[in-house]
């Protein structure tokens, strides 16, 4: 009884160590890009910075998961900015050889909202309001590939949630 136990312990170890070595022999090469640029948001009037990653699941579809800290306006005291976070998919439309791409975008997005005043009256006071919302993108993009390693886009965007907003995004990216 116990020799069986044995053999088939040996047998699984053995099932084991070709099974690892099957699976690392495959190159497993997802194409990952990289990269950010700036924003502009209408809903607070100002300038956002974006870091942006693009895992192409496919050579025509791709997830696109990024985030964007509008930095927003200051007028009379009062302040907001916004940071939000998207999940987006991207199905690409090659037009010029590799060169120029099109895709449409869809995705989630979570913004979280931070107002903001400081006044003086009988004491300076500072008075914030924070919220956030969860959204839905839909826009359309463009890339050109200057090389097979550098491109640059463009990104106008409708988020749809309680704060509706438009956004549009361009910048570079790194493929790795």
């Known amino acids: 009884m116990k020799s069986l136990n044995l053999q088939s312990i ?31 948001n209408e809903q607070v009037s100002g300038p956002g ?4 990653a693009e895992f192409n699941i496919t050579d025509k ?20 900015n916004i940071l939000s976070v998207d999940v987006n998919a991207h199905y ?23 107002t903001g005043a400081s006044y003086y009256g009988y004491y300076y006071d500072t008075y914030e309001v924070s919220d956030s919302a969860f959204g839905v993108n839909i826009g359309a993009g463009g890339r ?7 491109s640059v ?3 106008p965007k409708y988020i749809i949630s309680n704060y ?9 990216l790194f493929q790795l």
């Open 144 to 150: 050109w590939a200057f090389s097979e390693k550098l």
């Open 61 to 80: 579809i791709a997830i696109a998961p990024g985030g964007t800290y509008f930095f927003g306006n200051s007028l009379y005291g009062f302040n907001q």
């Open 10 to 40: 040996k047998n699984k170890k053995t099932f084991l160590t070709y099974a690892v070595i099957f699976f690392f022999s495959f190159q497993i090469q997802a194409q990952i890009a990289i990269g950010g640029g700036l924003a502009y």
């Open 164 to 172: 509706e907003q438009f956004v549009l995004n361009a910048g570079i």
């Open 153 to 155: 886009y463009l990104e």
């Open 49 to 52: 910075v974006t870091l942006k």
């Open 92 to 114: 690409f439309f090659d037009l010029i050889d590799n060169k120029l791409k099109l895709y449409p975008i869809l995705g989630a997005n979570y913004s979280n909202y931070k």
